[in-house]
């Protein structure tokens, strides 16, 4: 108790601590990703398969992310902990960028330092984006980025601030398409004030949608010539579970909207509950320019994702669409702390320590969850043995290291990667994998499989020109990761051997 005492008096006095603990979880998030398994969630096998490529556009997300994991993974190698660096960078540079621009507008630092708080409070950061999401992380980044332009034009107006503030706009229409929704209501936000809306109409604008325009030029270009392939899957996704009543489904959508703000903005609101009890019920009618800037701001947000939903009928919003709208949430309710004067002298250890309890309970328990789970027969993505699969085949082979790969499993294009960084891996259901060429089908080759046969691969096979006939399939069994060999997965493989 001394020793959570002699902190909290630390965090008081002193508020900028709170960006070095930031900078320890972070650095400890990556440190118990790389540790807790060599598997694979879902984003992660699908950053690390797509880095091979540099395109202007990978399907229905825009690019932003892949280009970060791209260039990570061609400067220090693919591996997890490329995969985490990424994620976990953009994550502390969301809650650094955050502070800020809370700082523009707050005299309190210790209210800037619970704003930064505030964002790791949130689910979507602290649970779901240690576990698996990617490009709404790079949106949050985006978001963060975007309000401090934004603010320090409103505030201090400068080129340099326009310019920041176009960079950050371009950002994040090429990190997630719903991000175009951020800077439509900031600027809605603050019509209604003389003194900020002149700020519209400034010269500046114009080399700032300059910079715009030159960020999203390449995907730009890509999009009008794929349009289906870009959006298909995002209206797919929104539809989902649709029962064909246009006004049913319309309304579940509206339904899930609103239980997806709940579920992302009711914890902040508890954290924050919790730190300043009384204090923040009283703050809630406090109100002054900023307030109402940030509030309205927050509110046309949702609202337009609303209105977004039920144009295109969607069934399902998820916590995660709403992310990088909600993130503005601790700064509104900090402006409003600091609207009512109220007392923060230990506001900071008290909504650290619960919100601590959270984030680093998390990244503790997925990582004893990979161990502990196969106790109970509970087997998860990060349980499944395709790298030391990868890893035994290529071992065993007499021969050389294959050049490809070819696979209609994304956990077994990326756990090759890891394993054979030298070969190519080409996955069918990307459509913009290049071919192989003619030097790459006279060397071996390496085709995996796990719940289907060789057979669903023969077109695809054919179609890259590698002969199917000859080819002897085998299989193997492999323990699930942390099993004790309790319990096994069986894929199958098959060498390309050109010239037997």
Same mark, same amino acid.
């Given at each position: 108790?001394?020793?959570?005492?002699?902190?909290?008096?630390?965090?008081?006095?002193?508020?900028?601590?709170?960006?070095?603990?930031?900078?320890?979880?972070?650095?400890?998030?990556?440190?118990?990703?790389?540790?807790?398994?060599?598997?694979?969630?879902?984003?992660?096998?699908?950053?690390?398969?797509?880095?091979?490529?540099?395109?202007?556009?990978?399907?229905?997300?825009?690019?932003?992310?892949?280009?970060?994991?791209?260039?990570?993974?061609?400067?220090?190698?693919?591996?997890?902990?490329?995969?985490? #660096?990424?994620?976990?960078?953009?994550?502390?540079?969301?809650?650094?960028?955050?502070?800020?621009?809370?700082?523009?507008?707050?005299?309190?630092?210790?209210?800037? @330092?619970?704003?930064?708080?505030?964002?790791?409070?949130?689910?979507?950061?602290?649970?779901?984006?240690?576990?698996?999401?990617?490009?709404?992380?790079?949106?949050?980044?985006?978001?963060?980025?975007?309000?401090?332009?934004?603010?320090?034009?409103?505030?201090?107006?400068? =080129?340099?601030?326009?310019? #920041?503030?176009?960079?950050?706009?371009?950002?994040?229409?090429?990190?997630?398409?719903?991000? !175009?929704?951020?800077?439509?209501?900031?600027?809605?936000?603050?019509?209604?004030?003389?003194?900020?809306?002149?700020?519209?109409?400034?010269?500046?604008?114009?080399?700032?949608?300059?910079?715009?325009?030159?960020?999203?030029?390449?995907?730009?270009?890509?999009?009008?010539?794929?349009?289906?392939?870009?959006?298909?899957?995002?209206?797919?996704?929104?539809?989902?579970?649709?029962?064909? %009543?246009?006004?049913?489904?319309?309304?579940?959508?509206?339904?899930? =909207?609103?239980? @997806?703000?709940?579920?992302?903005?009711?914890?902040?609101?508890?954290?924050?509950?919790?730190?300043?009890?009384?204090?923040?019920?009283?703050?809630?009618?406090?109100?002054?320019?900023?307030?109402? !800037?940030?509030?309205?701001?927050?509110?046309?947000?949702?609202?337009?994702?609303?209105?977004?939903?039920?144009?295109?009928?969607?069934?399902?919003?998820?916590?995660?669409?709403?992310?990088?709208?909600?993130?503005?949430?601790?700064?509104?309710?900090?402006?409003?702390?600091?609207?009512?004067?109220?007392?923060?002298?230990?506001?900071?250890?008290?909504?650290?320590?619960? !919100?601590?309890?959270?984030?680093?309970?998390?990244?503790?328990?997925?990582?004893?969850?990979?161990?502990?789970?196969?106790?109970?027969? %509970?087997?998860?993505?990060? %349980?499944?043995?395709?790298?030391?699969?990868?890893?035994?085949?290529?071992?065993?082979?007499?021969?050389?290291?294959?050049?490809?790969?070819?696979?209609?499993?994304?956990?077994?294009?990326?756990?090759?990667?890891?394993?054979?960084?030298?070969?190519?891996?080409? =996955?069918?259901?990307?459509?913009?994998?290049?071919?192989?060429?003619?030097?790459?089908?006279?060397?071996?080759?390496?085709?995996?499989?796990?719940?289907?046969?060789?057979? @669903?691969? %023969?077109?695809?096979?054919?179609?890259?020109?590698?002969?199917?006939?000859?080819?002897?399939? @085998?299989?193997?069994?492999?323990?699930?990761?942390?099993?004790?060999?309790?319990?096994?997965?069986?894929?199958?493989?098959?060498?390309?051997?050109?010239?037997?």
């Amino acid at each position: 108790m001394r020793a959570i005492r002699r902190i909290s008096d630390a965090l008081a006095r002193r508020p900028e601590l709170v960006l070095w603990l930031i900078t320890a979880y972070y650095v400890l998030a990556i440190i118990l990703r790389v540790l807790r398994s060599e598997a694979l969630e879902s984003d992660e096998a699908e950053q690390l398969y797509q880095s091979q490529f540099l395109l202007m556009g990978y399907g229905r997300q825009p690019p932003f992310y892949n280009w970060l994991q791209y260039g990570v993974i061609h400067l220090i190698g693919p591996s997890i902990f490329a995969i985490s #660096l990424v994620k976990n960078l953009l994550l502390f540079l969301t809650c650094a960028v955050y502070g800020l621009a809370a700082r523009i507008l707050l005299k309190d630092q210790r209210l800037v @330092a619970i704003a930064m708080i505030g964002v790791i409070a949130m689910p979507a950061v602290s649970v779901m984006a240690q576990r698996d999401l990617t490009h709404a992380i790079a949106t949050l980044f985006a978001v963060a980025l975007f309000f401090y332009g934004f603010l320090k034009t409103l505030t201090q107006p400068r =080129l340099w601030t326009y310019l #920041l503030t176009g960079i950050a706009v371009g950002f994040g229409l090429i990190a997630k398409y719903n991000f !175009v929704i951020v800077p439509v209501a900031a600027i809605l936000a603050i019509l209604p004030e003389p003194d900020l809306r002149r700020r519209i109409l400034d010269w500046r604008m114009v080399p700032a949608l300059a910079v715009v325009a030159v960020i999203c030029l390449p995907h730009g270009l890509w999009v009008l010539g794929n349009l289906g392939e870009a959006t298909a899957g995002t209206i797919k996704a929104m539809r989902e579970d649709a029962s064909g %009543n246009p006004v049913l489904d319309r309304l579940s959508g509206i339904g899930t =909207l609103f239980v @997806a703000i709940l579920t992302g903005g009711l914890p902040v609101l508890a954290f924050f509950l919790i730190a300043f009890r009384r204090s923040l019920t009283d703050a809630w009618r406090a109100t002054n320019q900023w307030t109402r !800037v940030i509030g309205r701001a927050l509110l046309l947000c949702l609202i337009a994702v609303g209105l977004i939903g039920l144009g295109f009928g969607a069934t399902n919003i998820s916590e995660k669409w709403l992310s990088p709208f909600l993130v503005l949430l601790p700064l509104y309710l900090c402006l409003k702390l600091e609207a009512a004067k109220a007392d923060t002298s230990r506001g900071i250890p008290r909504l650290l320590f619960p !919100v601590a309890i959270l984030a680093l309970g998390f990244v503790a328990y997925i990582a004893l969850g990979n161990v502990v789970g196969p106790l109970f027969g %509970n087997y998860t993505k990060e %349980n499944l043995p395709s790298g030391p699969f990868i890893e035994q085949i290529a071992s065993e082979h007499p021969g050389p290291r294959p050049a490809y790969v070819i696979t209609d499993d994304p956990y077994l294009a990326a756990s090759a990667r890891l394993e054979l960084p030298q070969a190519r891996v080409l =996955l069918p259901s990307f459509g913009q994998t290049p071919p192989l060429g003619e030097a790459e089908r006279r060397q071996p080759g390496l085709i995996v499989w796990r719940d289907s046969a060789l057979a @669903a691969l %023969n077109p695809y096979l054919q179609a890259n020109g590698v002969a199917t006939e000859g080819l002897a399939p @085998a299989t193997k069994a492999v323990p699930y990761l942390f099993s004790g060999g309790r319990k096994s997965v069986t894929f199958g493989y098959a060498w390309v051997e050109p010239g037997r």
